[in-house]
């Protein structure tokens, strides 16, 4: 990107011409040419010695010479034979932009008699430029509301080329929601619509691809292609709509730089976000952008540089209004530059290296210009420099040609991009100056392999783990750029045995995130940690690599009980009887139970329990060595079948457990147990006996105590009843006496006391239970309107008496 700023200063042009009248002529006719652009260095143009009415030796002899007005000669005069060439080849595109037509003027002196001849060349145009559009793919919003039949303007292509083999026409990939129209504008430009021909539904489809085609009239005809993305949005009914469709004004070309030309304004018939309008430039062919600058807010246009009559008296330039989903407007700006008398030095870039590679040598070209001051003397002498601190340097060449090169390596790593500053300044007074941007980019070469930030790495999972569970996560960073900074992730080997399974059956790596995944269950019993490595290899050409340690450590859960190893069952079907001789002293070692738990740490701490014996405290298991002792020496009531229950619990969260049955036989030998065996009736179904008489008896009990309270209520209940025919009696007969005379009752409180028993009874004696909850209470009020009467509700003082404190219960009970 090239800019390019100019200062004012003054021109001083002294034409110092000592004209003789009587030797000078100028001839009134006009000698017309016409030709094709781009034609060969010499090529014949026309033949000057036949129009001037000379033979082509007289054209040496005479010294006829071209003289150009402009600073570059583009024709010359084949002396020998007399006829007018082209000296370098001809871009009409270059001389004339689009003007519809190209005259180029210069004249023919003959000194010998000082003769001056008028010359117009016309440049014809050829089809020597294809339609192109300023962006590859464009971006369109479509509200899913827009009704069928709305046009939505398209970004317009450009051709440097002018009449027929200019920009015709344009051609729409088929597409059953859109067409296209072309309108063509005021200037002759054509712009190409968007036709929504059936509603979109983002919910059926919310992204449209389309191709916009853009065709010349030439022979052969060129093309230029831009994807269209047609995004449907669901809100946002309203486009802004500018308050003018063409925005004039005029400025004199001295304006200082920043100066706001004018303002454009755009409403938004929507609310909220949908009615806030952003306001920019269309960008289009030449220097528009890079002279004007339009404020996204305030929509005001102001300068980016000074104007230069001399380079362009006129700009055209489109401004478009957008809102929140990119509905949007647009409008056209007309700029008419008045001239002042300004020149400063003139950067013409004759070649330009965007992008460079960071291995580049130093000498290497970026850029070629040409430097030039239409004035003359000091004020058109001209020095060129860039900033000291950049790692390029200028060069100096022939006619005032100079190369911006590099002076020592570049590293992207550190700086990726320069914005390169050559500043041309005149010796005039006051200097005038002109400053070119060139930003230069430093490419990227795939230099830099990935790199960990930890030079080895551990993670820890729990065994037992659910299949694709996420372990850890690995990061590479590569200081490249694009595909040579694109890193991916692989596992390489392991520590698994040959026999194991692969270890991709183990573990996985996500190549793009780098996260590690879990493919199995591990099972801390059988791999305790894994070593893995792991590479990230970049995308660059050759790629680059690095590899890393990751150690992978399985956590142990408490996820093995106990296993009992002594004492084991016997296989026979017998029953495993441990003896105990009866003259055993207390702290005998009777037997002792050996355990192990195939889990680890803590979860592998066992300790011994018992938890039933037929003599509770006869035998004791050591906590942590399951070792049975006697607890007391033996006596003549102990029975001589001692049945121990062992449990082995582990130290685990939660923890788990196993049990075993141990019995043990009091006797000196093996005989002596069999015979006090079969003589000794067993105790226990005794004891169950005498549990299971006594819980009947009590269920008996409480059955009469139910029954002696039943009839105790009826009886209350029948007193109660027989009270109230007694004072409704006596009320009847002495229905005269005055209602005054009686004494009211304010109301009896009577307490509700509920009882419960649970009794559950079972066929084991000794699992029955006999449960009696605490009594609840509620307390009843008895309200007077309650007890009311129509005629006379209470009975007389004398009724009454001694019967205030009387109360009456209401018990309900629930069995």
């Given amino acids: ?149 709305s046009l939505h303007r398209l970004e317009s292509a450009y051709d440097l080329d002018v009449g027929v083999n200019s920009l015709q026409g344009y051609e729409l990939s088929p597409n059953p929601h859109f067409s296209l129209r072309v309108q063509s504008g005021d200037d002759g430009l054509k712009y190409p619509e ?59 070309e001295n304006v200082p730089q920043g100066t706001t030309l004018l303002t454009v304004n755009a409403t938004d018939a929507d609310e909220g976000i949908n009615s806030q309008v952003r306001y920019f430039l269309v960008k289009i062919p030449g220097k528009n952008s890079e002279i004007f600058e339009l404020n996204p807010v305030t929509g005001g246009l102001t300068t980016l540089k000074n104007l230069d009559y001399e380079d362009a008296n006129f700009y055209m330039m489109e401004a478009e209004a957008k809102d929140g ?103 005039g007074s006051p200097p005038l100056s002109t400053d070119t941007h060139i930003l230069l980019h430093v490419a990227d070469i795939n230099d830099n392999p990935p790199t960990f930030s930890q030079s080895a790495y551990s ?48 573990v996985s790596i996500n190549s793009e995130t780098g996260v590690l995944y879990a493919l199995c269950s591990f099972d801390y019993e059988q791999s305790q940690e894994l070593q893995l490595r792991v590479t990230a290899r970049d995308s660059g050409d050759p790629p680059l690599s690095s590899n890393v340690s990751l150690t992978l450590f399985i956590l142990d859960q408490n996820d093995n009980a106990p296993e009992i190893l002594y004492p084991a069952f016997p296989t026979d079907g017998s029953s495993g009887v441990e003896l105990a001789p009866r003259s055993a002293e207390p702290g005998y070692l009777v037997t002792k139970v050996v355990a192990v738990d195939a889990d680890s740490g803590q979860n592998a701490w066992l300790s011994y329990h018992l938890l039933k014996a037929t003599e509770p405290r006869l035998f004791s298991v050591g906590l942590h060595s399951g070792e049975i002792r006697t607890v007391r020496a033996f006596l003549d009531k102990d029975a001589l079948k001692q049945n121990l229950l062992v449990a082995v619990t582990d130290n685990g969260e939660p923890p788990l457990s196993a049990t ?49 309270f039943i009839v105790l209520l009826l009886a209350l209940r029948l007193r109660k009843w027989w009270m109230l025919q007694v004072v409704q009696s006596a009320a009847d007969h002495v229905g005269g006496v005055s209602s005054s005379q009686f004494l009211g009752i304010d109301g009896v409180r009577a307490f509700l006391q509920t009882y419960s028993h649970e009794v559950s009874l079972t066929m084991d004696s000794r699992k029955s239970q006999l449960i009696f909850p605490q009594p609840n209470y509620a307390d009843t009020l008895i309200s007077q309107q309650s007890c009311e009467q129509k005629e006379s509700p209470f009975p007389s003082q004398s009724l009454l008496q001694g019967k205030d404190d009387q109360a009456f219960f209401q018990v309900n009970f629930v069995l």
């Avoid at 003589?679 to 008489?693: G, I, K, M, R």
Wanted: glycine share 4%; proline share 6%.
């Fill in 194 to 252: 968007l036709v929504l021909e059936q509603a979109v539904d983002r919910e059926e489809q919310a992204v449209h691809y389309l191709t916009l085609t853009a065709l010349d009239g030439g022979e052969p005809i060129r093309s230029g292609t831009a994807r269209i993305r047609v995004n449907v949005v669901d809100v946002n009914d309203n486009a802004p709509v500018f308050a003018q469709s063409v925005y004039s004004v005029s400025i004199p």
């Fill in 459 to 506: 993670a820890y999972i729990q065994e037992n783990n659910p299949r694709g569970t996420s372990i850890c996560s690995l990061t590479a960073h590569d200081p490249d750029s694009q595909e040579n900074a694109l890193v991916t992730y692989s596992l390489v080997d392991s520590n698994l045995p040959l026999e194991a399974p692969p270890l991709s059956s183990y």
């Fill in 660 to 708: 075993i049955s141990v019995t043990v036989a009091v006797a000196d030998s093996i005989p002596e147990i069999l015979s006090d065996l079969s003589s000794h009736p067993a105790p226990e179904s005794q004891d169950d006996s005498l549990l299971t008489f006594y819980l009947v008896i009590a269920v008996a009990v409480v059955s009469c105590l139910f029954f002696t």
């Fill in 325 to 427: 989903l990119g509905f949007k407007d647009r409008t056209k700006i007309h700029i008419t530059v008045v001239d002042v008398n300004d020149n400063a030095p003139e950067v013409t870039i004759t070649s330009v290296t965007s992008s460079i590679p960071e291995n580049a040598p130093p000498g290497t070209v970026i850029t070629l210009f040409h430097v030039h001051d239409r004035d003359s003397g000091k004020n058109g002498q001209v020095l060129c420099s860039i900033p000291d601190d950049l790692p390029f340097k200028l060069e100096k060449k022939v006619d005032n040609y100079h190369s911006l090169v590099t002076d020592r390596a570049l590293d992207r790593e550190q700086v990726s991009e320069y914005n390169i500053t050559v500043t041309a300044v005149d010796f």
């Fill in 1 to 149: 990107m090239i800019v390019v700023q100019k200062h004012r200063g003054c021109i001083h042009r002294v034409l110092l011409c000592f004209l003789l009248g009587k030797l000078w002529e100028t001839t009134a006719a006009q000698i017309r040419y016409s030709v094709p652009e781009e034609l060969e260095k010499g090529s014949f143009l026309g033949d000057i010695a036949k129009d001037l009415g000379l033979e082509p030796r007289e054209l040496s002899e005479r010294g006829a010479r071209v003289v150009s007005r402009g600073k570059k000669q583009n024709f010359a005069i084949n002396i020998r034979t007399g006829s007018l060439i082209i000296r370098d080849r001809i871009d009409r595109e270059e001389l004339c932009a689009q003007s519809p037509q190209c005259l180029l003027n210069f004249n023919v002196l003959i000194e010998h008699k000082l003769k001056i001849y008028s010359v117009e060349v016309e440049i014809t145009d050829i089809n020597d430029n294809a339609p192109r559009f300023l962006a590859e793919e464009q971006e369109l919003k479509i509200s899913e509301i827009t009704p069928p039949g």
